[in-house]
């Protein structure tokens, strides 16, 4: 008996080892076709440089629509086709203005761009006394007394002490998103925010602010300032606290208008009603070309499906690339998709999101079950080739979290994120900044857990 036990483990051993072989040859072929024969730079150039910034509602979105469907007709997917989905449609308008008066007559002028979705100023902008903050809470301790009728001034930066760069931006957001109707609650004429930026420089960095149920007449204006100017400004309030800071904003938010997310998919050899996604978001903001935020994540869900189809590998799942339409101010895109599948009654398994930039791919963070965890931890030696076996719990992406249900796993890319948020929603958020090579190298750990989690069922029991 002892012996059968012995034999039993050994051809265990023995055809474990050669499973293993088997998924660092398929993972090598990935990676060497991806490094060889990658079209994810090609499709960011086209996506960068001949279409550009692509918000959400702009005809510069659309086009991105028209050229990235055409791009995965030209695969021979399975399948591709357009989910429409209604977008809020917010345009800029003229370049804003800003600038500090210390004495009438004496200006410095403030680099500024218009926080997504804000106000316009009246015609003659707004120009009124200073007050400077640090957070939402000593917002609400100075009260409307000191606070109305001046323009406040959110000054948190990004925590430099924090190497996860993306727990840095979590912690100084909330100033963008709802400082304006915080500030407005206690009758501010206006907010001006310290850019989500570690390093100090000139661009001003956009983003959301959401009013909420304020009524459109109670709403002020809100925009971004940039790092030196933000330092500059809290330098000169300290020497001068009665200066004067004015800016115009020419904003304007119109009708709701119909896009599209953008899909493709290969049919499952064995179980294709379990559906695998990977994707990105297709929109971005309108200062730069959205190269990092998110395009660099769109082409390489798209190299994804190509590179399994160039390797010959046949999933036994449903894979499918979607191009989710309007993360950035409003994430429509994600929960039409979500609401439509599970109207559908799809079976959604498993779901990567790539939207931390095209930076040297570090790993992945998860949510998903326990048991699924030591499962995807068993991969890690498969990675630690190609310097990306940092697995952690927490992950997915904001597009990808409205499907989340019992039992399915998310999973997000996780680059390196130092220097991420020094082009994050601003004018050098352009294609120049994306290295080809370390482009590549996503694409192809994104196709490798992908490959693992088709072949090894991760995330079977979801619904």
């Not at 902008?125 to 301790?141: P, T, Y």
């Not at 000191?146 to 930066?157: A, M, Q, S, T």
């Not at 940039?226 to 001068?240: D, I, M, V």
């Not at 697995?391 to 390196?416: N, Q, S, W």
Request: net charge negative; charged share 25%; with cysteine.
């Amino acid at each position: 008996m002892k012996r059968i036990y012995m034999l039993l483990i050994s051809v265990f051993q023995v055809l474990n080892l050669t499973a293993q072989t088997n998924d660092q040859e398929q993972i090598r072929k990935f990676y060497d076709l991806a490094l060889t024969q990658g079209k994810a730079y090609d499709w960011l150039n086209y996506l960068s440089n001949q279409i550009g910034g692509r918000l959400s509602g702009s005809v510069q979105a659309e086009q991105a629509v028209t050229y990235t469907r055409a791009e995965m007709d030209a695969l021979g997917l399975d399948r591709v086709w357009l989910q429409p989905v209604m977008v809020p449609k917010w345009v800029r308008g003229t370049p804003e203005f800003a600038y500090l008066e210390s004495k009438p007559g004496y200006t410095s002028n403030i680099p500024i761009c218009a926080l997504g979705g804000s106000v316009a100023t009246p015609p003659g902008g707004v120009k009124a006394g200073v007050v400077e903050v640090q957070s939402l809470e000593e917002l609400e301790s100075l009260g409307r007394e000191k606070i109305n009728g001046k323009i406040v001034f959110f000054n948190r930066p990004m925590d430099p002490k924090l190497l996860n760069t993306f727990q840095a931006y979590g912690g100084a957001v909330d100033q963008r998103s709802s400082g304006a109707a915080r500030a407005a609650a206690y009758g501010a004429v206006g907010v001006i925010v310290r850019s989500m930026n570690l390093r100090l420089d000139d661009y001003p960095h956009t983003g959301s602010t959401n009013y909420g149920d304020l009524p459109d007449k109670d709403r002020i204006p809100a925009a971004a300032i940039s790092t030196n100017g933000a330092e500059f400004l809290s330098t000169t309030l300290k020497l001068n606290p009665e200066v004067q800071f004015y800016f115009k904003l020419n904003c304007k938010q119109l009708e709701d208008v119909q896009s599209y997310n953008v899909i493709g998919e290969i049919s499952g050899s064995s179980k294709p009603e379990e559906i695998m996604v990977v994707g990105g978001h297709l929109d971005s903001w309108d200062l730069g070309d959205g190269a990092h935020d998110d395009g660099a994540g769109c082409v390489q869900s798209m190299e994804v499906l190509r590179l399994l189809k160039k390797s010959g590998y046949k999933p036994k799942r449903t894979i499918r690339v979607v191009l989710f339409m309007n993360e950035e101010n409003g994430l429509r895109g994600g929960r039409k998709y979500a609401a439509e599948a599970d109207q559908k009654g799809e079976k959604h398994v498993f779901a990567l999101e790539s939207d931390a930039g095209g930076f040297t791919p570090r790993g992945f963070g998860f949510d998903s079950s326990d048991s699924d965890f030591e499962k995807i931890m068993g991969w890690k030696d498969l990675f630690e080739p190609y310097l990306s076996d940092h697995f952690t719990r927490g992950g997915g992406g904001a597009d990808i979290r409205p499907l989340k249900k019992e039992g399915m796993v998310l999973a997000g890319l996780r680059p390196d994120s130092q220097r991420y948020f020094a082009h994050h929603h601003a004018q050098n958020d352009t294609f120049e900044h994306v290295n080809r090579r370390e482009l590549e190298l996503g694409a192809a750990a994104m196709t490798s857990l992908l490959y693992l989690a088709d072949k090894y069922e991760l995330g079977s029991t979801g619904n």
